[in-house]
Structures are given as C-alpha cells and as structure tokens.
C-alpha cells in the first residue's frame, strides 16, 4: 500500500478546514476575482462619443450609426458582445478618463438570440454642419474638447458656438437664418470641407 506524500495530506487537512476551492455555482452566484475582465459596458453620462474606442477595437466589436433625420440627430454607439475578446483596449483609450466605457465583472455571457441581445447600444446626440448637414461630433465630445481649450475655444466658431448652445446662451435657430455661401457662413457649426470653402469664398 502506498501512502499519501505529506504535501498531499497536508492539502487534505487544509482543504478540510477552510472548506473547498471549487465555487457551489450554479447553487450559489460566482463572484470573480477583483481583476477579472468581464463584459465592456458603455456609461451613458461619460462617453462623449469620440470613437477612440472604436478605433483601438482590434476585432470590431464597437462601431456606431449616425442617424441625421432625426431631431436632434443622434450617433449610436454599438457594442457586440459576440465578438469582443475583453482584452480592455477599449477602456484603456477612452478619452472620458476611462471611465466612457468600463470592463465589468460580468461574465455570464450565453444568450438564445444572438442579434437581439448580443448587442448594447447608447446614443449620443449629434450636431451635424449647417450647410451640407454632414456629421460634425457629438455635442458632448465638442463640449470635452472647449473645456481642454479654455479661451482657445473662441479660435473655432464651430466650437465656440456649440458651447454657447449648450449653455443656452444663443438660440441655435438663430444661428442658420442667414445662408449666404458668404462670409456670414463662417460663424456657423461646419464640418471640415464647409469650413475651408466658407472660408476660401471671397464674397
Ligand atoms: S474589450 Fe477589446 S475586444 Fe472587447 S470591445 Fe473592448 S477593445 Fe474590443
Ligand atoms: S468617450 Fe470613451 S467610450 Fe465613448 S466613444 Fe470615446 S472612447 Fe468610446
């Protein structure tokens, strides 16, 4: 007969004290460990929108959907959790102090409808240009960028004149009453391509 090595016993006796390593799941709920990477989630209130999260994402499982129709425009950001890898890129370059979108604990991921839950989606509004109605950003990754900027805001009528919008400080129906192709044009929120021909025009 051979006997049990002492190391063997001596896990024996502890295991015997202090109980099982094993979890009792299903009979009682997992908890993970503190540095587990679980299931991303977006938080509506920080993220700006900025789609740095997108970009990092090496297997595309965050991509968004501008909606222009609506008022007011919206950008949906969109996560798969069938394609994620919780590999945490995502919230490591998230530009609203990582905090836009956040790793959690939660790791039971099995769903019966893929397309249906397999997706989480928030929606940030949009401000789109005022002459081509082209996506120009969120108006909270606008806002995120005035208050980096300071004064320097006042450089860039499209930031300067979302800011004041949001603080209600100017009637955003005011601002699209004169469509002159002219100078008049330049303080209005634009997108690029609008900014350099508005600003080319000599009229
Ligand atoms: S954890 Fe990785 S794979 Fe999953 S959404 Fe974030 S960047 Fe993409
Ligand atoms: S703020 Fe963070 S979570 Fe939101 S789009 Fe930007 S990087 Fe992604």
């Known amino acids: 007969m051979r006997y049990p090595k002492l190391r063997e ?3 024996a006796i502890k ?3 202090r109980g099982p390593y094993t979890s009792s799941f299903p009979k009682e709920p997992h908890v993970p460990h503190p540095n587990f990477r679980g299931k991303p989630k977006f938080n509506q209130e920080k993220c700006v929108g900025c789609l740095a999260c997108e970009e990092v994402c090496p297997v595309g499982a965050i991509a968004h959907r501008d909606t222009t129709q609506g008022d007011p425009a919206k950008r949906t950001m969109i996560y798969y959790g069938d394609t994620c890898i919780f ?4 919230e490591a370059a998230c530009i ?3 905090e836009g979108i ?3 604990g ?5 769903f019966f409808d893929r397309k249906k839950d397999a997706q989480e989606t928030i929606d940030k509004e949009l401000l789109l240009c005022e002459i081509c109605g082209t996506p120009v950003a969120c108006r909270d990754h606008l806002r995120w960028i005035c208050e980096r900027l300071g004064e320097l805001t006042f450089s860039s009528p499209t930031l300067y004149l ?3 919008e949001s603080l209600g400080i100017i009637d955003e129906n005011l601002l699209s009453v004169i469509r002159d192709q002219g100078r008049s044009d330049r303080v209005k929120i634009l997108c690029a391509r609008c900014r350099r021909e508005t600003t080319q025009t000599t009229k």
């Open 15 to 17: 295991a015997l004290i």
């Open 9 to 11: 016993l001596l896990e």
């Open 162 to 164: 979302s800011r004041l």
């Open 106 to 110: 939660e790791w039971e991921l099995s």
């Open 102 to 104: 956040k790793l959690s």
């Open 87 to 90: 590999c945490g890129q995502c």
């Open 96 to 98: 609203a102090d990582h």
